[in-house]
Structures are given as C-alpha cells and as structure tokens.
T-cell receptor
Framework: GENVEQHPSTLSVQEGDSAVIKCTYS??????FPWYKQELGKGPQLIID?????GEKKDQRIAVTLNKTAKHFSLHITETQPEDSAVYFC???????????FGKGTMLLVSP | ETGVTQTPRHLVMGMTNKKSLKCEQH?????MYWYKQSAKKPLELMFV???????ENNSVPSRFSPECPNSSHLFLHLHTLQPEDSALYLC??????????????FGPGTRLTVL
C-alpha cells in the first residue's frame, strides 16, 4: 500500500521567516495530495491541495509543489505568523472512496 | 466550524464498558469516515461509508463497530476496549467519496481514554 514520509517532525522559525515541510510517497499511482493544518483541540483543516497534473499551486502565503518523478511534494509558507503555529499533515490518495494516507505530521512553531 | 460535529468531545471508559461516539455532518455530503489519531503516528483510516454503505474496513478489531443510519450521521460503537485504544477519534465527511480528489472535512474529534 501507499506510504507517506514527512519531514521534519518539528520546525521552529522566527516570525516573518519561511517554512518548508517535505513529504515523499511510495506509490507512483497516487494523484491527489492535500495538506491539512491541525490546531490544538481541533480536527485537521484542509489548507491547500494539488492534483498530479499540476506542478505548483499557490494561495496567498502558502504554496505546494509536486515532483512526480521524484515522488515528493512540499508545503511552503512565507512570511510566517504566530497563528501559523500548528501541526501540519501531508497526505496522498490513490484509491477510490477518497482514502487518504497521511504523514506523521510536522509541528510548526513560529516565535514572535 | 467545519460543519462536522462530534460528541462527546471527551470520554473515559473502563475496559468492560460499552459506549458510542457520534458524528453529524451538516454539509449534505454522501461519504463519512472514521479515523484514529494516536500520538506520533499517522492518522489511521478505520471505516468509510458512502451513501450509508460501508465501503472500506481497514482491518479494524471487532470491538469497534460502526453504524451509519443515514448520510448525515455516523456512530462508532465501542465495547471491551483495550488501553492501547486510547486516542483521538476523528470523523470526516466528503461530498461524494467515490472521487479520489474529494475534499474531506474533519470534526474536532473525541478524545478517548480507556482505563
């Protein structure tokens, strides 16, 4: 089955810096890659996603890039703010019924 | 708010108890999911329902029993659990479920502790 590796497990940055979280997947047939943000006491919230026919997608301060050849995708957050502090999960989907395989998560800490 | 609610938010139970977790979605979606979130482990998909029919069951022990009476409600019935079942149980829903790129919306979860 699909396996998703996510790095780093924790990331500390200063406010205003950029943050990058990387994920690799094992199954070349995976074709949908969402990123979720989970704040304390809440469920994961979708922040951005990318389909396999697209190499990059941006939404204001966040962007995702996908390299299908290397089977990895990354989340980029620019001009980080303290409210960006949370756990971020990447995921990959291959099968029907929207089954997602998640990475272990990255705890992002943004210091003022 | 994501439109997916879960009750209770916290639950403590003994190994011999029987309890149920409830999930309700107000989004008009047709697919619902149960996930288990344990510390330092990826979210684990447990069950998927599409149009009230179970379509995925990822080798989950029989002490977890899902029920989907309609497309808006999903239950997880618990009995004779083990301490290692302590985790955050998340419910999610999506529009179709049969579409790989269907966005899943998560509820806040139920924090379960098994003593």
């Amino acid at each position: 089955g699909e396996n998703v590796e996510q790095h780093p497990s924790t990331l500390s940055v200063q406010e205003g810096d950029s943050a990058v979280i990387k994920c690799t997947y094992s199954d070349s047939a995976s074709n949908y890659f969402p990123w979720y943000k989970q704040e304390l006491g809440k469920g994961p919230q979708l922040i951005i996603d990318i389909r396999s026919n697209v190499g990059e997608k941006k939404d204001q301060r966040i962007a995702v890039t996908l390299n299908k050849t290397a089977k990895h995708f990354s989340l980029h957050i620019t001009e980080t703010q303290p409210e960006d502090s949370a756990v971020y999960f990447c995921a990959a989907s291959i099968r029907g019924y929207s089954t997602l395989t998640f990475g272990k998560g990255t705890m992002l800490l943004v210091s003022p | 708010e994501t439109g997916v609610t879960q009750t209770p938010r916290h639950l403590v139970m003994g190994m011999t108890n029987k309890k149920s977790l409830k999930c309700e979605q107000h989004l008009g979606h047709n697919a619902m999911y149960w996930y288990k979130q344990s510390a330092k482990k990826p979210l684990e998909l447990m069950f998927v329902y599409s149009l009230e029919e179970r379509v995925e069951n990822n080798s989950v022990p029989s002490r977890f029993s899902p029920e989907c009476p309609n497309s808006s409600h999903l239950f997880l019935h618990l009995h004779t659990l083990q301490p290692e079942d302590s985790a955050l149980y998340l419910c999610a829903s999506s529009q179709d479920g049969g579409v790989i790129t269907d966005t899943q919306y998560f509820g806040p979860g139920t924090r379960l502790t098994v003593l």
